[in-house]
């Protein structure tokens, strides 16, 4: 029999983030394809759009009117899920219907008044100033007695059930820790219990001995596949050095940041020559008052292509019922990723 | 202020079977929907099609011919995510990278050879069928020492990663046990340690009780919409008995497992009038050598839309990153599918 090759034969693997397992299949990446494809959008856009709620000037759904902004602009969602005046109460029938009010704060970040601008066409100053927005919500949201938990994210692309194509984020900030930091905590506080270190600190050493899940490293971050990774082209995005939240982060680490957000945007978008889709979000320590020294400040990108512009990878059936599966090795998307030009597109043609 | 009224106000709700929570925004239901819209399948398919791998006497992609079946029809995958003969192995450095081989089994079950047919057309007599080829894989894969848990699901419709419209479901069979029934074990297990009975026995007295999350009951089984879903009009089907394997089942049990099938799977194709998409599957106790006595038997069904035929649910930034969310309440969702007739659309007209 074969020697056991993690390139080659199926396998699981331990997320050590989030103490779950998935199932890698890297000989299933042959199988032919004759299902969904998804439609690709319009390249082409105005940069200003007279019907979108997010430009300048334009008047929202619920009737408020955006001012003249020309950097960033944020603004309560009007259509929040979570709202701060929510009336507090709990349910619980013999420990089975259990359920209990929860309250908070939906905002959106527009990145930039132009409409047709996406991160990897935006500028590095540009993207610094989306990076100080991202700053300055989580200390202003993070200080307040019913915010434990500030969630910054954004779904981009229609097939990551964004609904208008203007660059922009969002943020949940909530009274309770959502189950995904919650997971990280536990897995990262028993680290840092046994070793004294940040579990993503000695992550990235090794990660930066092996070299194989790397696709860029500036000065204060790197951004990898992660070992653990679920999404075909899934990436991590890490300082170097441990901190617990992005307010940490001094000038220089915030231009950084920008720039390997750039970058790494930029491979996105190259790999299959379209604007490409994701949900991507900042992982940060708990607002709930302790210290957390344990939590390594990170951000994950989720993106669903797997084969080209428009053929993505479903997590369905087994994956709902089972574990996490996926085809293509993180060390081949790395690869890819990593062989992949450092200009846009758009601007070589 | 308000009195906490769990269909009105924002709240989080507790699954009982894997320990999570979500969040559940009963007000946001109202919001505008300007994203992507799915493309809806064609209607008229033939009873046979030439190109399709599933049809009885086509040859398959691995270039297999299949019998000219006139049931059910089942085979080895020919592009399985999990084989039997895996070299075995492991990897693990500094806890942080950890790899384990994984060995087993993938299925295909056809359910019909018509092409052109669904669970939901299909006669009560050619669904216990599909039970019966259920029970007969559980049977035969559970008793391999190689395999410790039986994954049997189904994919429906191309917007759930299904490529070949032919009725069929899959099995996937393997070495350990996935995440999700692993979870549904540490629960049912301290529960049933702690009350001696299944945990969804007394979770069904209590639906039962309250009614208002009850889709459908028959002599033996009910479907409903789980205090906890996560989906629009995701549902559980429970079997009133507490077994803890579909081979189990009496033939009494099975028949009406095969009726409430059919009806639960009319209500779907008639909510939004097209053919329903979904992922379904068996939830059973793990086949490793232990009694599992704590296992209840159950089937979730986990379909992604939401409004219309064209509007789904997405689950992307907010839930990857912190919590499943959903807007319209599972009450809500339950009233809607009790509602609509018993009769599927195609044929009263
Ligand atoms: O096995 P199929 O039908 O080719 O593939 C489908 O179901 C699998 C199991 O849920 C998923 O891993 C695939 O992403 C999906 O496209
Ligand atoms: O808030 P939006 O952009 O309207 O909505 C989008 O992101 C939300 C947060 O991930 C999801 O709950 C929605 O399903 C999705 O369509």
Known sequence: MAEFDITEHPHRRYNALTGEWLLVSPHRSKRPWQGQQETTEPEQRPAYDSTCYLCPGNT?????????YTGTFVFDNDFAALTADAPVGTVNVGGLLRAEAESG???????SPRHNLTLPEMDEAAIRG?????????????????????????????VMGCSNPHPHG?????????????????QQAAYFQEHGRSLLTDYLTLELQEQQRVVLENAHWVALVPYWAVWPFETLVLPRRHVTDITQLSDEEKDAFASILQQLTIRYDNLFQISFPYSAGLHQRPTDGQEHPEWHLHMHFYPPLLRSATVRKFMVGYEMLGDPQRDITPEAAAQRLRELPAVHYKQTV
Do not use: H, M, S
């Open 170 to 186: 969002q943020i949940w900030a909530q009274r309770t820790v959502p189950g995904e930091p919650a997971k990280e905590t536990v």
């Open 130 to 158: 989306v990076v100080d927005v991202w700053v300055e919500q989580f200390r202003e949201l993070g200080a307040r007695p019913d915010i434990n938990y500030v969630q910054i994210f954004e779904n981009k692309g229609q």
């Open 60 to 68: 929202r759904a619920g009737g408020a009117v955006n001012p003249p």
């Open 105 to 111: 704060v939906g905002r959106v970040i527009c990145f």
